[in-house]
């Protein structure tokens, strides 16, 4: 992954404009909050594959980002995103990525399913 | 909500009876041991020396892997991989950790934090399939209701099923690992049964943590910071020095409910 830079992460978005895709919209603080110091209890969330299209989708801010996808009925909505990709597979993958390299946000888009079940690839 | 893993534990413990010694472990003396843990690097962190001194002995050892752990949050210091990624990277990286322990690994194919919301009872006949193809003497995984991650009470509570299932002559011995801080485990689960001395192989254990590049580099740095400027707590130090000395581990009596059941 990259650092964000906002020309290149919204020709992408533009790009996939109208077209349906699959979503991977994921927050976490990793499940062993309990085990710090403050005894904090996990907060994590994720959704993966969901089939969506959007009919705008803008990314803003000044580092971290935000990135918004206004869908036919209702939106995505993401902030604290700094590192982008896009791989082999054409999915577009934003991260937020603390100073130690943790993924603490995740909003990715495919044409195809994300990767799911049993066996190599 | 009727099920609730993280919620704290009251109810009486899943062991045996409360051990007051703690006996040496020589894993030496099984005729195969299966470790059933959920993420590639947990048969590191809780068993990585058991399993490196068992393989020295000659015993057959098999990591039963149950998720590809492609749900993580370490992407490495500075992160080199990603989401998406992740699940190869930390498959290849399993396979290296085993190598140095000497342990064969399979994968169970189970989604990363949802193990939970499977039914057990399919969880537990996979693990069964893999006991009786196998026939360890004795089994290890997580200590159910005391394994933090909700996928470790998951799997462990599996796994106390695949053995219950088991026709009594058929049973391998269980033994449970428990995260948390010492004094919270020994009042709530009173001494560990078993106690692993894994000295002579704690070189083996960091290597094979040291493989998990993607899980650990972090942990290793830090250490490594800490023992430079001194800044360590008596608690860390403490820790480390146990991580790299003695693995214990809780009998469970595979008829006795799990705290998740106790809970339910
Ligand atoms: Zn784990």
Same mark, same amino acid.
């Given at each position: 992954?990259?650092?964000?830079?906002?020309?290149?992460?919204?020709?992408?978005?533009?790009?996939?404009?109208?077209?349906?895709?699959?979503?991977?919209?994921? *927050?976490?603080? $990793?499940? /062993?909050?309990?085990?710090?110091?403050?005894?904090?209890?996990? !907060?994590? +969330?994720?959704?993966?594959?969901?089939?969506?299209?959007?009919?705008?989708?803008?990314? *803003?801010?000044? $580092?971290? /980002?935000?990135?918004?996808?206004?869908?036919?009925?209702?939106? !995505?909505? +993401?902030?604290?995103?700094?590192?982008?990709?896009?791989?082999?597979?054409?999915?577009?993958?934003?991260? $937020?990525?603390?100073?130690?390299?943790?993924?603490?946000?995740?909003?990715?888009?495919?044409?195809?399913?994300?990767?799911?079940?049993?066996?190599?690839? | 909500?009727?099920?609730?893993?993280?919620?704290?534990?009251?109810?009486?413990?899943?062991?045996?009876?409360?051990?007051?010694?703690?006996?040496?472990?020589?894993?030496?003396?099984?005729?195969?041991?299966?470790?059933?843990?959920?993420?590639?690097?947990?048969?590191?962190?809780?068993?990585?020396?058991?399993?490196?001194?068992?393989?020295?002995?000659?015993?057959?050892?098999?990591?039963?892997?149950?998720?590809?752990?492609?749900?993580?949050?370490?992407?490495?210091?500075?992160?080199?991989?990603?989401?998406?990624?992740?699940?190869?990277?930390?498959?290849?990286?399993?396979?290296?950790?085993?190598?140095?322990?000497?342990?064969?690994?399979?994968?169970?194919?189970?989604?990363?934090?949802?193990?939970?919301?499977?039914?057990?009872?399919?969880?537990?006949?996979?693990?069964?399939?893999?006991?009786?193809?196998?026939?360890?003497?004795?089994?290890?995984?997580?200590?159910?209701?005391?394994?933090?991650?909700?996928?470790?009470?998951?799997?462990?509570?599996?796994?106390?099923?695949?053995?219950?299932?088991?026709?009594?002559?058929?049973?391998?011995?269980?033994?449970?690992?428990?995260?948390?801080?010492?004094?919270?485990?020994?009042?709530?689960?009173?001494?560990?049964?078993?106690?692993?001395?894994?000295?002579?192989?704690?070189?083996?254990?960091?290597?094979?943590?040291?493989?998990?590049?993607?899980?650990?580099?972090?942990?290793?740095?830090?250490?490594?910071?800490?023992?430079?400027?001194?800044?360590?707590?008596?608690?860390?130090?403490?820790?480390?020095?146990?991580?790299?000395?003695?693995?214990?581990?809780?009998?469970?009596?595979?008829?006795?409910?799990?705290?998740?059941?106790?809970?339910?």
């Amino acid at each position: 992954m990259r650092p964000i830079d906002r020309v290149s992460v919204q020709a992408e978005l533009d790009r996939r404009l109208g077209q349906p895709h699959y979503l991977h919209l994921e *927050t976490t603080t $990793g499940s /062993y909050t309990k085990l710090g110091p403050e005894k904090k209890s996990p !907060v994590i +969330a994720f959704v993966r594959n969901a089939l969506l299209t959007y009919e705008r989708g803008t990314v *803003t801010g000044d $580092g971290p /980002y935000r990135v918004g996808l206004k869908l036919d009925q209702g939106w !995505v909505y +993401a902030d604290g995103l700094t590192d982008f990709e896009v791989n082999e597979r054409d999915e577009l993958l934003l991260a $937020g990525l603390d100073c130690e390299g943790q993924l603490t946000m995740a909003l990715q888009l495919s044409p195809n399913p994300f990767r799911e079940g049993e066996g190599d690839r | 909500m009727s099920r609730d893993a993280g919620s704290p534990v009251t109810t009486p413990p899943a062991a045996s009876a409360a051990a007051t010694v703690t006996r040496p472990y020589d894993p030496a003396e099984e005729r195969g041991i299966l470790v059933v843990l959920p993420h590639p690097d947990d048969e590191s962190f809780a068993a990585g020396g058991t399993l490196a001194r068992a393989a020295a002995a000659g015993v057959k050892t098999t990591y039963l892997c149950g998720t590809y752990g492609d749900m993580g949050r370490r992407m490495g210091r500075p992160a080199f991989t990603n989401r998406e990624a992740l699940r190869d990277v930390r498959t290849a990286e399993l396979k290296d950790a085993c190598q140095v322990l000497g342990c064969d690994v399979r994968f169970m194919g189970l989604r990363d934090k949802c193990i939970e919301f499977e039914d057990p009872e399919a969880v537990a006949a996979k693990v069964r399939e893999a006991i009786e193809e196998l026939r360890p003497s004795a089994v290890v995984t997580f200590y159910p209701g005391h394994g933090v991650h909700p996928d470790h009470d998951a799997l462990g509570h599996a796994t106390v099923l695949a053995v219950r299932g088991l026709a009594a002559g058929e049973r391998p011995r269980l033994l449970a690992v428990a995260i948390g801080e010492r004094d919270e485990l020994l009042s709530a689960l009173g001494q560990p049964h078993l106690e692993c001395d894994i000295t002579a192989f704690a070189d083996r254990k960091l290597d094979a943590l040291r493989a998990h590049r993607s899980q650990t580099e972090a942990m290793f740095a830090h250490w490594d910071e800490q023992g430079i400027d001194g800044a360590e707590d008596a608690q860390s130090k403490a820790f480390r020095d146990e991580f790299v000395t003695r693995e214990r581990y809780y009998v469970l009596d595979p008829d006795v409910p799990t705290l998740l059941e106790a809970r339910a």
